[in-house]
């Protein structure tokens, strides 16, 4: 029994919730290999190497496996597939593009958004926005899984010594191409990987209160700011900062919640959180009920009070 991690990479280095989906690998018995499928991507390749618990690489190299288009690298996990009983993505964007593409050219189903594994076949996912976890067999041979990377610990990037074995690569399929992309400067913490998080909601009351109240603290804590779909709805902040179902899913030592009264759908997206920190005027606020620490006070108050603190 063997289980194939296909990476998240940049083709010079891995992401993050690589190192959460290895652990998983791990969990459910046998060797870890590691799948990098990339365009000059040696240098993912040796990294992915050294993480800690993979025992072989697989590095397949060409133009057409560049961007991660799902077309292209779906067919590169379906050349390997039969070599493995189970095949792991993060639960990303990425990792689900792909990953239900693999699952239906298998004809197997796939188990999304796995946070516990319980043995090679049984797994947990949450359901109904996470207020039930639902424990899932499956007896396919081969099995297509998700990751949700905040239900594991990340592997250690470094202590592995594993082999790197190049792969043919496979013929670029031409039904997709990559044409360009826009990506945000920041100089904050990208929101998925950040230790410290602060989060406003609907409270804050405008875009320039949002930016007023919160930026201060996150500036003295080094945190990312984060956002409920109400704030993000109503333009207070932009799209790339909301947490919650569908959001970005988070998991960082310390989420401060300011302003948000804690709708089912954002505690799915940040209840894993190590440390949470609720600051709102109503006692009644559902967010309270998974806070480890509640200030119910204005936040227009207690806020800049806690950063002159700081």
Excluded at 155 to 168: N, R
Aim: include cysteine.
């Amino acid at each position: 029994m063997t289980t194939l991690v296909i990476a998240e990479h940049d083709n010079a280095s891995i992401k993050g919730a690589t190192l959460n989906t290895v652990t998983a690998a791990i969990a459910c018995g046998g060797d870890v290999h590691v799948l990098i499928a990339g365009a000059n991507a040696a240098g993912a390749a040796q990294a992915a190497s050294q993480i800690a618990g993979v025992a072989k690489v697989l590095h397949a190299d060409a133009p057409g496996l560049d961007h991660g288009l799902a077309e292209n690298l779906a067919a590169q996990v379906l050349a390997v597939a039969k070599n493995y009983s189970h095949l792991l993505f993060p639960a990303t964007a990425a990792g689900k593009n792909v990953a239900p593409r693999v699952a239906a050219l298998l004809d197997v189903a796939q188990i999304s958004d796995a946070t516990k594994v319980i043995s090679a076949d049984t797994f947990e996912r949450p359901i109904y926005a996470g207020n039930a976890i639902a424990t899932v067999q499956s007896l396919d041979a081969i099995k297509v899984i998700t990751v949700r990377t905040t239900g594991f610990d990340a592997a250690a990037a470094t202590g592995g010594s594993a082999a790197v074995e190049s792969l043919a690569a496979v013929a670029d399929s031409g039904s997709s191409a990559f044409l360009g992309s826009e990506i945000a400067k920041s100089d904050r913490p990208e929101l998925t990987a950040a230790k410290i998080i602060v989060s406003g909601g609907r409270a804050l009351g405008s875009s320039e209160k949002f930016t007023e109240v919160l930026t201060p603290l996150a500036d003295k804590l080094g945190a990312a700011l984060g956002a409920s779909r109400a704030a993000v709805d109503a333009g207070y902040a932009p799209n790339d900062w909301q947490v919650g179902q569908t959001g970005k899913i988070v998991a960082p030592q310390l989420y401060i919640a300011a302003g948000i009264s804690g709708a089912i759908q954002h505690l799915a997206g940040m209840k894993d959180s190590k440390v949470i920190v609720a600051i709102n005027k109503d006692a009644e606020a559902p967010i309270f009920s998974v806070a480890d620490y509640g200030l119910e006070a204005d936040l227009f108050t207690a806020v800049p009070e806690l950063v002159a603190s700081l």
